[in-house]
DNA sequence: TAGATTGTTAATCGATTAACAATC
DNA sequence: TAGATTGTTAATCGATTAACAATC
């Protein structure tokens, strides 16, 4: 059991700091302050301190905080010291675009494997991964060590199958159809990327800009 | 001017007001009440009045909301009544899967051209879509009403090709490439969809929920 | 040691929830 | 009219920022 509950605001803002400790280690900056990291990053020190001591104390007073050791203990904290094996189901264009996205598995996410319905498609390879039938999922699971599923199937068929999944013990799903999934069990995970509900914010910062000019 | 700055926490929530609301419509739905839809969505009665009412007051006492109506009304809000051309800079699998993607028209966004620097590229359609070469941008922006640029090229050309947009007099960016742009004009609205990011917090959150059994 | 900067407590701010009068 | 449900004010809760003692 974790000891108190840390908010999703906090976990949002942690793939940022990861991401930016990044640069400062490839450009070979060894230490930095909260300070000076909240200058570049556009928030304040004070919510960059209050957030890391939610995991526990990384820096040291008078020196700031070590950029590699940061870097890495945030890596530890978002589970990326451990491989995460993820099949796609739907094989259309959004599923081929992340089978074909390489950075995943510098962050040790591996695409092992693309489902699909349309038979034109079987046997059909992306970058070496192969596109099965939707039938040969369970089988698939059975013999595979699977972690994540992401969903890019049309939104009417993602419950459905959302579910074969947990029946199949799928513990986390990242889902692109455009719908709440509505899961038999509720203590998998679930993470939404809903392009359309994005797009939409972003249309709505359009209109108002406008008004404000 | 804006009455009051809305917070972008219930602009985040609009999107799902306005999924729910289209399903609702389609089952035929005609009024609901925010106790009922609260149900539905999983959040509080109050905070669906509360959201809405920084919009206007859009229900009835005694009657609740008429679904149709605040449906429109949301769509109003999000922009959604007026049509936005987007180009997408960046052809790979990711910017042939946005252009593939037919939802977004009835939305009323409309995708209307690719850019790439592949030469390969030149000239091949996606759905009836042209891919351009990148260095046609100039051109095309002058010849054509661009509202949304979409970025999905690599983030090392993000930076400047965003700035070339933004000379370009490109209003808004959809930006799918893993860095925070850097823009000239601070002006221009940016939506980030960081599916790194994304990934990082599912595979939190499996941690997480690992610790907890 | 003196200076810098953290970790952490306290103060503030904003967002969510509860309550209820207004009103359909 | 009586019942239902909004719009809105007030209360609560949580997140962010400020401040500063601890300490490297």
Redesign the interface.
């Known amino acids: 059991?974790?000891e108190k509950e840390i908010s999703q605001a906090v976990?949002?803002r942690?793939?940022?700091y990861?991401?930016y400790l990044g640069e400062l280690l490839e450009d070979g900056v060894e230490r930095i302050s909260s300070n000076d990291l909240s200058k570049r990053m556009n928030v304040t020190a004070s919510q960059i301190r209050q957030d890391l001591n939610n995991f526990g104390g990384f820096g040291q007073q008078g020196y700031g905080y070590n950029v590699k050791f940061l870097y890495e203990e945030i890596g530890k904290?978002?589970?990326?010291n451990q491989k995460?094996n993820i099949i796609v189901i739907g094989a259309?264009?959004?599923g081929?675009?992340?089978a074909?996205?390489v950075?995943?598995e510098k962050?040790?996410?591996v695409i092992t494997a693309l489902f699909d319905v349309n038979p034109a498609l079987e046997g059909v390879t992306v970058r070496g991964i192969k596109i099965h039938m939707l039938d040969e999922l369970e089988d698939y699971c059975k013999d595979h060590v699977v972690?994540?599923a992401a969903l890019t199937m049309p939104k009417e068929k993602a419950d459905a199958i959302a579910n074969r999944l947990v029946n199949l013990g799928i513990?986390?799903i990242?889902n692109f159809a455009?719908?709440?999934l509505d899961l038999i069990d509720k203590?998998v995970?679930v993470?939404n990327?809903?392009?359309?509900?994005?797009?939409?914010?972003?249309?709505?910062?359009?209109?108002?800009?406008?008004?404000?000019k």
């Open positions: 059991m974790q976990i949002r942690m793939p940022r990861y991401r904290i978002l589970g990326l995460h259309g264009n959004l081929q675009a992340l074909n996205y950075k995943f962050l040790g996410f972690d994540i513990q986390a990242w455009h719908v709440d203590d995970v993470e990327v809903h392009l359309s509900d994005s797009l939409m914010q972003l249309s709505y910062n359009i209109v108002k800009n406008k008004q404000n």
